[in-house]
C-alpha cells in the first residue's frame, strides 16, 4: 500500500472563496486521483491527475471550478474555486501504481471535509 | 458504460455472526478488477479485498472472503466472526483492466451500512 497524508483534514469555508486542498504520497506513484463524496453519497470521480500533463477531468467538473496540480510523482492539488454551499462535500485523493505490488489497486487519502457556508 | 449497484442500503448482524453484502455490475469488458472498500465514520476509505476477473478462485482475506460470479455479474462479500470494528460503510467498486491508465478510474456503488450489534 502506500502512506497517504491530505491537508486539511477539515474546514470551514465562506462562499465565494476558494480552498486548495493538498495531496502528499509516500513514494512515488504514476496515477493520482481525485474524487468528491457528497454527504452520505458514494465516491465520484472530479479528475485523473497525472504528473507531467493536464489533469483529465470527468463529465461535470470543469478545470475552471477544480483546478488542479501534479508538479511530481508524490504530489497533487485539488483547488475548490469559487465555493458555494453545494460543494460541501468530502474531497479524497487516491494513488495507484503501475509497477511493483499492488498494482492496479486504488489507496485512499483520509479525505479533506470541507464546509461551505 | 460500467454500473455498480449495492441495492441494500442497510444491514445489521449480531457480532460473531456471518454476515453477505451484495453487489452486482454490469460491464462490457471481459477483463476488470473488483474491490470492497470500508469506510468507518473516520472517513477514511480502507481497501478490505480485490478480485481480478480472470481469476475462478474467490479472493480470501482473513475474516473476508468473496463469491464471485462472473457470469452472473455478482460480487458479495462475505463477513465471517463479524466484530465490532466491522461497523462501516462498504464499498463495491469496478475497475477496467487497462495497462495504458486511461480507464484507471474506480466506479462505485452506492455503498451498505453496516452496523453490529454487541
Known amino acids: 500500500s502506500a502512506v497517504i497524508s491530505q491537508k486539511p483534514s477539515r474546514d470551514i469555508c465562506q462562499r465565494g472563496t476558494s480552498l486548495t486542498i493538498q495531496c502528499q504520497v509516500d513514494?512515488?506513484?504514476?496515477?493520482m486521483f481525485w474524487y468528491r463524496q457528497q454527504p452520505g453519497q458514494s465516491l465520484t470521480l472530479i479528475a485523473t491527475a497525472n504528473q507531467g500533463s493536464e489533469a483529465t477531468y470527468e463529465s461535470g467538473f470543469v478545470i475552471d471550478k477544480f483546478p488542479i496540480s501534479r508538479p511530481n510523482l508524490t504530489f497533487s492539488t485539488l483547488t475548490v474555486s469559487n465555493m458555494s454551499p453545494e460543494d460541501s462535500s468530502i474531497y479524497l485523493c487516491?494513488?495507484?501504481?503501475?509497477?511493483?505490488?499492488?498494482?492496479?489497486?486504488?489507496?485512499f487519502g483520509p479525505g479533506t471535509r470541507l464546509t461551505v457556508l | 458504460a460500467q454500473t455498480v449497484t449495492q441495492s441494500q442500503p442497510e444491514m445489521s448482524v449480531q457480532e460473531a455472526e456471518t454476515v453477505t453484502l451484495s453487489c452486482t455490475y454490469d460491464t462490457s469488458e471481459s477483463d476488470y478488477y473488483l474491490f470492497w472498500y470500508k469506510q468507518p465514520p473516520s472517513r477514511q476509505m480502507i481497501l478490505v479485498i480485490r478480485q481480478e476477473a480472470y481469476k475462478q478462485q474467490n479472493a480470501t482475506e482473513n475474516r473476508f472472503s468473496v463469491n464471485f460470479q462472473k457470469a452472473a455479474k455478482s460480487f458479495s462479500l462475505k463477513i465471517s466472526d463479524s466484530q465490532l470494528g466491522d461497523a462501516a460503510m462498504y464499498f463495491c467498486a469496478y475497475r477496467s483492466d487497462d495497462y495504458t491508465g486511461a480507464n484507471s478510474k474506480l466506479t462505485f456503488g452506492k455503498g451498505i451500512t453496516l452496523s453490529v450489534r454487541p
Open positions: 513514494s512515488q506513484v504514476t496515477m
Open positions: 487516491s494513488v495507484e501504481r503501475t509497477s511493483g505490488t499492488s498494482t492496479d489497486t486504488q489507496y
